[in-house]
């Protein structure tokens, strides 16, 4: 076979591989912007705006015993200050929201809510407090058949029961928006991961292309009775 034409067959396979890759970036591409465009619009009509003055919360206490701030709950909070004041229209602010200011209000909910003893909810969640729940109900009644609805056994009780009630319902809510926002950001990264596979398709077809144009240069600059795989000149 000549060379020129083992040339000419490779360079041009090189052009049809490179506008392949280029034709799959183009599609990954708009789907990343289809991804971050659906994203913004989503978060952005929740009117979520993240808070400009962070606080201590009044429950949880550090080791030192001082009351837990936003900002330095966990170190990840402190996307809680890069993004003061901005509306919520990204999937990592999402994440950032639901993980670092949901979640320590649910904490912080779970530590101040009544309790005897004190603290008895700091663990639970919106799935343990079901039984919990049904638990303090069931107290409550006996002492009402038992002892009627003004001993102060049976108030207790009803304190008790109406906290916990209060506290699964606020679980509820945390939960179902941390849910929502966090698959929101699991489909942001999706979006992302489209994105940067079009990216390296794009270096790719570029770097296709500038072999093929070198192996069309190479072919026409190889005299045209040159042989190869077969012998010959």
Known sequence: MKRRTLDFI???????????????????????????????????????TFA????DVSGLKDAAGNPVNEATWQEGSKCLVDNKGKVMETGKQAECYAK??????????????????????????????????TALKAVYDKALA???????????????WDAGTSLRSTFQTGETLR???LTTYGFSIFG????????????????????????????????PDKIVLGGGK
């Not at 400009?52 to 606080?55: C, E, N």
């Not at 320590?104 to 603290?119: E, F, K």
């Open 52 to 55: 400009t003055d962070l606080k």
């Open 146 to 160: 038992d002892k009627g609805a003004t001993d102060p056994a049976t108030v207790e009780a009803k304190k008790q």
């Open 100 to 133: 670092y200011y949901i979640g320590l209000h649910m904490r912080n909910s779970a530590y101040t809510a009544y309790s005897v003893p004190a603290n008895a909810f700091k663990d639970d969640t919106y799935a343990t407090m079901g039984a919990k729940n």
């Open 192 to 223: 992302d991961k489209a994105g940067l596979v079009a990216t390296v398709l794009y270096i790719l077809a570029a770097l296709m292309a500038v072999l093929s144009v070198a192996g069309f240069v190479h072919a026409f600059l190889t005299p």
């Open 10 to 48: 490779f360079s041009g396979g090189g052009v049809l591989l490179a506008v392949l890759l280029l034709v799959l970036g183009f599609v990954l591409q708009d789907q990343y912007n289809f991804a971050k465009d659906y994203v913004k619009g989503e978060l952005g009509a929740q009117k979520i």
């Open 179 to 181: 849910g929502l926002l």
